[in-house]
């Protein structure tokens, strides 16, 4: 895919001296390919990693969850069993 649009950027920029309108399609077109391969993480020739980044989004939201719960449980154990506690000695 990369290869076509690398031989289609060519032929545009060489149809530019004929009419600089093929310049600015070229342009365009470099423009879009260096826009979608950064936004791809990386190189043309990585190749399809989009379970990489599938990864990455998964691995982000289990830290933040370890965090949530290594900060929450052991912050308010206490709290909690003592609400507990106090209802269940309400509904006697």
Same mark, same amino acid.
Request: charged share 35%; aromatic share 14%.
């Given at each position: 895919m990369f290869? !076509?649009?690398?031989? !289609?950027? !060519?032929?545009? #920029?060489?149809?530019? #001296? !004929?009419?600089?309108?093929?310049?600015v399609?070229?342009?365009?077109? @470099? #423009?879009g390919?260096?826009? &979608?391969s950064?936004? *791809? %993480?990386?190189?043309? %020739? *990585?190749?399809?990693?989009?379970?990489? %980044?599938? &990864? *990455? @989004?998964?691995?982000? /939201?289990?830290? *933040?969850?370890?965090?949530?719960?290594? /900060? &929450?449980? =052991?912050?308010? =154990?206490?709290?909690w069993?003592?609400?507990?506690?106090?209802d =269940?000695?309400? %509904?006697?």
């Amino acid at each position: 895919m990369f290869a !076509l649009l690398l031989v !289609l950027i !060519l032929v545009l #920029f060489g149809l530019g #001296f !004929l009419d600089p309108v093929w310049w600015v399609a070229a342009a365009v077109l @470099v #423009f879009g390919a260096a826009h &979608y391969s950064r936004d *791809r %993480g990386g190189s043309p %020739g *990585r190749g399809n990693r989009s379970d990489l %980044g599938d &990864y *990455r @989004v998964y691995e982000q /939201r289990r830290d *933040r969850q370890d965090r949530w719960d290594r /900060r &929450y449980t =052991r912050r308010h =154990r206490a709290r909690w069993r003592r609400e507990e506690r106090r209802d =269940r000695e309400r %509904g006697r």
